[in-house]
């Protein structure tokens, strides 16, 4: 374990783990000075038994909460479920509560895409198969680098003037994304801090409003009983893609309460987290990743003829 120091603000934290043989490297990056704001890297180490670990697709988790805090069962345990299917991951703990004012947690969004690009080769990424994963206020902030990655302003702010915070899809559960009259108020408010009477900046908020054919491909599920984030917030940034001929997978679950993170006992805390149908969300979205990124082994496996078997010394 040791700390390295990077352009001042930056420090990272190492620490390795081997298992069977196989370095699994778990990296912290502190965004800030204060080191609120994290970028926690979960990296499976190259091997020559396996095709794909020198060059994996990536996802990246921005956890809910409101933007009030980033909540802890939708962070670790959906990097390490994506990481278990054979991608690198990633989870963000943005700025929250009083810091939250936008554009801060999408600037360091932004931030976060190009750290993970400007490392692809130390981390064995594809800097061209990225997908950012977002859950309830976590989703707006995903929906929102989709709609805005190229907002020059943002840009600017994170240094990311040749697209490097570009995300190549999305994946958002239960998201908040207007700021119109389906709108998740608490969350919307906390970006808004004392502008609230700001109508430009409350539009500009709203997701629907800025989706183009710039937004990625996007996974998106929710449920029909969602008791704080209204399933209108999924069906309004959907048919804003079909608009804009964004492609786009969608699934509405019709039982499940907001929060459900995992869906199982891995994300367990209260009843209302449980739900098995909706659990089906995590293999679907990893369904759809591999179909949009591709695998790039072949399609089907050699089929070995009874000649072929081993019969010992027969």
């Known amino acids: 374990m040791f700390v390295i120091n990077l352009s001042g603000i930056i420090e990272v934290l190492t620490v390795y783990y081997v298992l069977g043989g196989i370095t699994m490297t778990l990296e912290k990056i502190y965004l800030t000075e204060d080191k609120r704001v994290t970028l926690t890297a979960y990296i499976q180490e190259c091997s020559k038994e396996i095709a794909i670990s020198g060059f994996r697709p990536s996802v990246l988790v921005c956890p809910g909460g409101g933007y009030c805090f980033t909540s802890d069962r939708e962070a670790e345990p959906i990097a390490l479920a994506y990481l278990a299917k054979g991608f690198n991951a990633f989870v963000l703990r943005y700025s929250v509560g009083e810091y939250a004012s936008y554009p801060t947690p999408l600037v ?35 929906a929102t680098l989709g709609t805005l990655w190229n907002d020059e302003y943002i840009q600017k702010e994170s240094g990311c003037t040749n697209g490097e915070n570009k995300p190549n899809a999305l994946i958002l559960g239960y998201p908040v994304i207007t700021s119109g009259i389906y709108s998740h108020a608490g969350s919307i408010n906390m970006l808004l801090q004392k502008d609230l009477n700001n109508e430009e900046l409350k539009n500009k908020l709203s997701c629907e409003k800025n989706v183009g054919i710039h937004t990625p491909p996007t996974f998106i599920f929710h449920t029909f009983t969602d008791n704080a984030v209204p399933v209108e917030n999924a069906l309004l940034f959907s048919s804003a893609l079909a608009k804009a001929n964004v492609p786009f997978e969608l699934h509405i679950f019709q039982d499940g309460a907001h929060g459900l993170a995992l869906s199982n006992h891995c994300t367990y805390v209260v009843p209302d987290n449980l739900n098995e149908d909706a659990e089906k969300w995590m293999e679907l979205s990893i369904s759809w990743l591999w179909n949009l990124f591709g695998k790039r082994v072949p399609e089907k496996g050699l089929k070995l003829t009874a000649e072929q078997r081993c019969r010992g010394s027969i």
Do not use: Q, T
């Not at 969004?109 to 977002?134: F, H, Q, T």
């Open 108 to 142: 360091e969004l932004s931030k976060a895409m190009k750290i993970i690009r400007n490392n692809a080769e130390k981390w064995y990424c594809d800097p061209d198969r990225i997908a950012v994963c977002g859950f309830s206020a976590g989703g707006h902030l995903v």
